[in-house]
């Protein structure tokens, strides 16, 4: 394989090609088919930071990542997805140094994220460590 097959450009974007997030939220299995794919704009510019990774060779959107923050104090990397095909090739490291240099930039300090299992290892390398004391919880319904 050429060197240059594995290369990319991460960019943080405040728009992007709906169709292409669109894919990728499938391929990370977190689009419900009833939600309307009309509000991936919105989410892309509510987010405090939204990182996007190109490859280069293919002109691809390869791969997501997007930061939630209230710009202030605290921030939480989420939604971050490489289509199967472009795995293992760096991209998911090179948005998630993206991300974290955007919080650092904007004095942000404390970042978290809920890792799947399995990807302790990879957020490990990137300077994440399991918060020991905590259980990331979902809000599922029920009583109020």
């Known amino acids: 394989m050429n060197q240059d097959d594995d290369e990319y450009t991460v960019k943080i974007v405040k728009e992007w ?10 391929a990370g299995g977190w689009w419900r088919e009833e939600w309307d794919p009309a ?3 919105d989410l892309v510019q509510a987010s405090f930071a939204f990182a996007v ?14 930061l939630i923050s209230d710009g202030t104090s605290d921030a939480y990397i ?7 095909e472009y795995r ?3 991209i ?3 948005i998630v140094r993206a991300l974290v240099d955007h919080c650092m930039s904007n004095n942000i300090t404390w970042i ?9 290892d990879f957020y490990g390398t990137l300077g994440f460590s399991r918060m020991s004391g905590y259980v990331p919880m979902l809000f599922t319904g029920g009583s109020s």
């Open 17 to 26: 090609d709906e169709e292409s997030l669109l894919t990728l939220f499938r």
């Open 39 to 41: 509000h991936i704009a």
């Open 53 to 66: 990774a190109i490859h280069v060779a293919d002109s691809v959107t390869a791969g997501m990542g997007r």
């Open 78 to 84: 989420q939604d971050l997805v490489i289509l199967p």
């Open 88 to 90: 293992g090739r760096g």
């Open 92 to 94: 998911g490291a090179g």
């Open 112 to 120: 978290a994220l809920v890792a799947e299992p399995g990807t302790e």
